[in-house]
């Protein structure tokens, strides 16, 4: 399984966008991006993924590279209620393995 | 609709002791997932149920049982609990080949 690499932690002013960066230079052709947060003490939620394309939805956009080997989510208006740890996995089934995430402190 | 319920919410035991952590689901979902998460971790897969009738191990499932009892309910039981158990304990579920998982609010344990 590919190994994901994000830095641990990334302030982001409230109301701009935050660009949380990924890494996962040895991914394979059958292994999806995933991004799931985890509030604090709280059970971790899903974001979005993605196999190639860039994805959207009403959270967040996810960009991956042409080359796959990283990847980028974007929360485009950052709240306060934003400020979470954000995990990037990268896994070819639904069993997945969390890393220890970028913890994301949004500032007001 | 409440999701992924998991009880209880918090529970201490004693090294030997044995108990279970009960999860259910109301979303009618195919699949089930147990994790853990360790201080300043990321979850780790105990144990997971594609479908009713099935269980397979995860990433550490040494020192736990499942048991999938109907489609709405996952239970994770430790029969000799010991202090390296101590841990959040967060049940998932999923749709059948879905990629989103559902977590529950996490069980608190501890093992003294």
């Known amino acids: 399984d590919a190994k994901t690499t994000q830095p641990p932690s990334m302030d982001c002013a409230e109301g701009r966008a935050a660009n949380l960066p990924c890494n996962h230079s040895?991914?394979?052709?059958?292994?999806?991006v995933y991004w799931y947060r985890q509030i604090h003490s709280q059970g971790p939620q899903y974001i979005i993924h993605?196999?190639?394309n860039n994805e959207t939805n009403e959270m967040a956009s996810l960009i991956i590279t042409e080359d796959r080997k990283s990847s980028t989510l974007i929360l485009p208006h950052a709240t306060l209620r934003d400020t979470a740890v954000y995990y990037c996995i990268v896994r070819a089934t639904n069993k997945l393995i969390f890393g220890t995430g970028t913890l994301l402190a949004v500032q007001p | 609709n409440a999701g992924v319920t998991q009880t209880p919410k918090f529970q201490v035991l004693k090294t030997g002791q044995s108990m279970t952590l009960q999860c259910a689901q109301d979303?009618?979902?195919?699949?089930m997932y147990w994790y853990r998460q360790d201080p300043g971790m990321g979850l780790r897969l105990i144990y997971y149920s594609a479908s009713e009738g099935t269980t397979d191990k995860g990433e550490v499932p040494n020192g736990y049982n499942v048991s999938r009892l109907n489609k709405r309910e996952f239970s994770l039981r430790l029969e000799s609990a010991a202090p390296s158990q101590t841990s959040v304990y967060f049940c998932?579920?999923?749709?059948?080949?879905?990629?989103?998982?559902?977590f529950g609010p996490g069980t608190r344990l501890t093992v003294t």
């Open positions: 979303m009618n979902h195919n699949s």
């Open positions: 040895t991914i394979s052709g059958n292994e999806y």
């Open positions: 998932a579920s999923s749709e059948w080949g879905a990629r989103e998982q559902y």
């Open positions: 993605g196999l190639k």
